[in-house]
């Protein structure tokens, strides 16, 4: 049997790259039945019809909106399944990969080393944020090194996110306490609470808290919380027909130049822009 050794130098002008990026993607309309390495992450995304992953051995179909993490030196192969397919194929640099994991979770790398079946789902509204990242990748759109930068950043930390959340990685070191307190933020009939109400139902002061959770997730208390109402919003605009006024202040938001500004910050784009961009009747868009 023949094994390929693929290197991401080596990658051609199949899709769109950018001069030495982090971070190559390619739409491709075929499957890649020969066993092959490779010397980086790769994450296929499948836009239409089925695939056959079998990895190292293992064979599992993969549908549309379905996705999985390929770790470097994994042996797959990926077959046809139900024609017509394609999918949406990211490689991502092993260096890189590790930065990023480590800015979200000083344990999150080594996790998603040791772990096999990194298998997730993309929900239409994320996918349709994932587009709108590689539309930004494309040459001549985001020419700035640092906008190259933050756009690799964003892409590959909501695939990462998306993956982490459906599977309950992380959480497994979580002292009780926490998992109980991050499940309740994650309830949608607290959308409102703000940090002094994340404090009132945990064991210990703002203080404590803070430093604890800082340690245990890799990210502050505020920005988790920010994090969580800004995906919370983009469902709202997204799947209802609530004035964006009110899902500030569903989300605890008195001000809404304020939440404006931080949801432009998550997305890059206003919510009245995000809510035009991203509704269900955009969603033919996906395939093309």
């Not at 050794?5 to 769109?16: L, S, V």
């Not at 789902?121 to 640092?146: F, H, N, Q």
């Not at 008195?254 to 035009?276: I, T």
């Amino acid at each position: 049997m023949r094994t390929e050794n693929i290197p991401i130098e080596a990658i051609e002008n199949g899709g769109d790259q950018l001069p030495n990026p982090h971070l190559f993607y390619h739409f491709i309309f075929r499957d890649y039945p020969i066993t092959h390495v490779h010397t980086y992450w790769e994450i296929p995304i499948v836009i239409q019809g089925a695939y056959r992953n079998v990895l190292n051995g293992r064979s599992r179909v993969i549908g549309v909106n379905q996705a999985v993490f390929i770790h470097p030196h994994d042996v797959h192969e990926l077959y046809d399944e139900k024609k017509p397919s394609c999918h949406l194929n990211f490689m991502v640099n092993i260096d890189y990969f590790h930065t990023l994991c480590d800015a979200m979770s000083p344990t999150l790398f080594e996790e998603l080393e040791n772990r096999q079946d990194l298998y997730f789902t993309v929900p239409d509204w994320e996918l349709s944020e994932i587009w709108r990242y590689c539309a930004l990748l494309r040459p001549g759109v985001a020419d700035k090194a640092g906008d190259i930068e933050l756009v690799d950043a964003l892409l590959l930390t909501t695939l990462i996110r998306l993956l982490v959340s459906q599977t309950g990685m992380l959480r497994t070191g979580y002292p009780a306490w926490l998992t109980d307190l991050i499940a309740e933020i994650s309830d949608p009939k607290n959308a409102g609470w703000r940090v002094k109400d994340v404090v009132k139902n945990a064991p210990y002061s703002h203080t404590q808290l803070s430093r604890l959770f800082k340690i245990y997730t890799g990210k502050s208390l505020m920005d988790y919380l920010t994090e969580e109402k800004m995906l919370a919003a983009a469902n709202y605009l997204v799947h209802s027909d609530m004035a964006i006024v009110d899902v500030a202040t569903t989300l605890g938001y008195s001000s809404l130049p304020h939440f404006n500004s931080l949801f432009k910050e998550r997305f890059m784009m206003s919510p009245s822009q995000y809510r035009k961009l991203h509704r269900s009747d955009h969603k033919e868009n996906f395939v093309h």
